[in-house]
């Protein structure tokens, strides 16, 4: 395990690197490869990103002008807020086996790399990177921001259960930089487009409860889509919504895909474990967030089997 | 203008303290008020809150055992998080002109009381009391608790314009003190009530548009309330919904009384100066964020005047 001075040490040492990311790009992923990038290349280092082809409109400007061309010579492979190389999107497989140092926050991050600076008890990866940005004399405003995008995302802005002093410490940290947090909290945690809020304002009146209000079910048939005319970005996180009903402790969000599939998401408090939940439909995750898939079922019957196996499972407990 | 020092050094050389805190009490002025009377209690000093009729089951906790009985001698006389004696509640009126200390973040702040302690560059009047917490040294779980509820809820958990790098720093040394936010958080971020989702869900499907789509008006007549049988929490805060429209940087809520008076709580971008907007009907608050009250006015005229008031202080700007 390396601390985040000796990390800084490694990086200081060598040159020509190429950053990976996990495959469906987070901020705190994208956050942590644009900062680390930018501190590297103003080391006077060559420094560039693996294209990832999931990057999304929200978290591109971050990481614009950072991919590596397609002759890019890597020499250095260092991933961030990546847990294990089943993570890896489809073109940085080839980097398996080849990654030379990993820095995450991930619980069960399966030391895949030659070297690692895993702290899970951060809240973000962005926290260990701030503290990487320091040891190298390059925390400044061009490093501070997608470290800011990275810290406040993996905590919903400061909210999470995840949150500890040092989150706040980094925070303060990168704001004494003088970055300008207002437009990236306006535009990530406080914006929504209309047809997310139209939709929200549909699901929010059509909540179905169980189980004496504890359990509260979210559905997006393809109709609804259809009807609403709403994107996979309108539809991100929606799982969230369901969580913030009060008395409730068990929140199942159920998505239907063009294939007719159901993407279940799973959101529980301490009374259900939402991995074995989703075990039983060959699906899994964390305790309190898990996730499945149930296919060839009617609307009406994967919502039953769902509310079964909570209650099931909450009586197993 | 007394600084946080001066402020402890007079907290210090008095006694039998009265702590004030404002009409439609929020979690800055009753935190901090939870956190002051601690803190005084904890040196040993008489201390206690004027009872205020409006606080709500969400604040309650914060206060509880704190209130002064009906024959409580009062020898000194401090408000937090009041800026006029306007906004006294009415049982607080007997106090007008004779408040010792204000201590206060409101950039309007009247100097109403004898000593001023008021810095408006603070996100929540919990940043200057947490200051004034340890110069008296008296920082421990016990008072950091109310003022992480102060300094969260006036930032809308860290995510609005007004936060700081001393908002993240104080946030980082309430945090230091061992105290649990998670239940806080959880309380009042992430949960709602089925009245509230539903109410939410009823008014973003009718949000109207105006100014190029640049205005967004939220409008909760009487009829509405009682239809979905919604109580004043229900509509706690309910400005911040129209805000987060994409496209639009003002958002006018207006919410009719039992009295038939419009409350108007408006929230706008850089373009619109709000406190200039409420001030031509007799409100105020701060640049992003105020309030106003209308009367004798049809839910119509009231919104027109109010779209036309943000067409033309953005115009004059």
Redesign the interface.
Known sequence: MLTPKEAADFLRAHDGYLILTHKSPDGDTLGCAGALCRMLRGLGKRAALLRNAEVTQTYAPYVDGLWAPDDYAAETVVSVDIASENLFPKNAEAYAGRVDLSIDHHPGNSNFARLNCVYPERAACGEILCEIAEELGMLNAETALPLYVAVSTDTG?????N????T??V???L??TGID??PV??RL??????KR??L??????E?EFFDGGRIVVVQLPLALQRELGVTEEDMDDLAALG?????TDCSITMKERANGEWKISLRTGPRVNATQVCARFGGGGHRAASGCTLRDMTQEDVKRALVEACIEVAGDA
């Open positions: 802005c400061f909210v999470y259960s949150v500890t002093a040092n706040h410490r925070a303060a940290k704001f004494e947090y207002r909290n306006k945690f406080r914006t929504k487009t209309k809020l139209a929200e304002g549909h699901l929010l009146s909540l969580g913030q009903v009060e008395g």
